[in-house]
């Protein structure tokens, strides 16, 4: 990471940002090295979306910043200041066509209906990234889902199911909704 010269920043600065979170625009107050991960689970406990390796690697920490997937243990908040952020408890939210009957998007109903996770600790990731791919319009095969969704690991190797959720819902053409707005990755 890149450390520029000159004063150093004060422990108690914070910086003031408004973030669109599950649809609720919320004024915050947030240390300029806090991550948009620590934000969520700290701050304002929405404890669904997950730390696994704080580094990048796992996808466990998944939400959807303008409807584009982003690991949010990189992400510093202050960046996203004014953005529309969607984290697994408000993604049934997202669903094109409204939540089903159990108030769940149609991804959440097909993981379940195909058993698509073991101990969960993945799940929320698992969940953001697929709707997230699906803004994306660029997997069409089972293939092109699985090289997708790499960024997402799942230790209890729950990826046929994953995959098959994604895909049913794929051709079911309910698709999510949230397009893209143009945020970074
Ligand atoms: S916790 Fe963010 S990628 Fe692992
Ligand atoms: S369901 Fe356990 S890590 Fe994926």
Known sequence: MLIESGSPVPADTR???????????????????TSLLDLLREQLD????KKGCDHGQCGACTV??????VNSCLTLAVMKDGAEITTVEGLSALAAGGAGANGLHPIQDAFIAHDAFQCGYCT???LCSSVGLMNEGHAHSR???REAMSGNLCRC???TNIVDAIEEVMQAGTTPGDAP???AR
Request: net charge negative.
């Open 46 to 49: 929405l404890t669904g979306t």
């Open 124 to 126: 929320s990731g698992q």
């Open 64 to 69: 959807l910043i303008n409807g584009i997937r």
């Open 143 to 145: 293939d092109e889902i």
């Open 15 to 33: 910086v003031g940002i408004s973030l669109t979170i599950n649809g609720e625009t919320r004024a915050l107050q947030v240390s300029p090295w």
């Open 157 to 159: 190797g729950a990826y």
């Open 181 to 183: 707005q143009g945020a």
